[in-house]
Structures are given as C-alpha cells and as structure tokens.
C-alpha cells in the first residue's frame, strides 16, 4: 500500500505556471506506475498525464499536450506536474494516483492509490 499527498496547489492568474508535487509513502515508489488526474466542480475525474516507473515515458491528454509537463524522482518517492500557459478552464482539483498494473492507464478506474487532491484555481 502507498500513502499519496498532493501540494502545491493554489490561485494563479491565466498564462502563468504552476509546479504539483505528489509525495509517496509505504511500498517502494518506483514499482507504481504514477498518473495525474483532475476534476472540476460538476465534471467527470478527467486524465492528464501519466509516466513509467523508470524508462522515463510519458503520456499526456489532449488538453493539456505542450503546456504540462509530469515527471518524478524515485529517490524522493515523489512525481511531479509542471503546468505551464494555464487557462481558466484548467481550473480542477488535481488528484495523483498510483497504478499497480500496466496499460494504457487513462482511466481512474486503472489506478489503486489516489490522494486527496489538491486545488487550481486559473483567474482571468
């Protein structure tokens, strides 16, 4: 079992970045498969990226291609999502998530472990 705790979350105006950690405890970090999910108010949970356990692939949704950026450092059990050029409708709860199987793993249904989420608010 892994523990998952999001931050970094917070009120941004559009066109700026943000940085997203997800810090991981229990099991061994590197043997999940890590994903980035987010769900606005009203909204279905809706993916944004994921990335391997150590060859470094990375896969990301149509909405956020070019603008965010996952990644993770296995020596401090912790992924990572670099937002970049927000828009308002980035606006979301942003949740990580952790997969113990593999696949194409753009579902939340795929996912074992998932934190409590953390807010981004983008303003006009």
């Known amino acids: 079992q892994v523990q998952l705790v999001e931050s970094g979350g917070g009120l941004v105006q559009a066109g700026g970045s943000l940085r997203l950690s997800c810090a991981a405890s229990?099991?061994?970090?590197?043997?999940?498969?890590m994903g980035w999910f987010r769900q606005a108010s009203g909204k279905e949970r809706e993916f944004v990226a994921r990335?391997?356990?150590?060859?470094?692939?990375?896969y990301y949704g149509d909405s956020v291609k070019g603008r965010f950026t996952i990644s993770r450092d296995n020596a401090k059990n912790t992924v990572y999502l670099q937002m970049n050029s927000l828009k308002p409708e980035d606006t979301a709860v942003y949740y990580c998530?952790?997969?113990?199987?593999?696949?194409?793993?753009?579902?939340?249904?795929?996912?074992?472990?998932w934190g409590q989420g953390t807010q981004v608010t983008v303003s006009l």
């Open positions: 990335i391997n356990r150590s060859d470094g692939y990375t």
């Open positions: 998530a952790a997969a113990t199987s593999a696949g194409v793993l753009v579902t939340p249904h795929m996912y074992d472990y």
């Open positions: 229990g099991r061994t970090f590197s043997s999940y498969r």
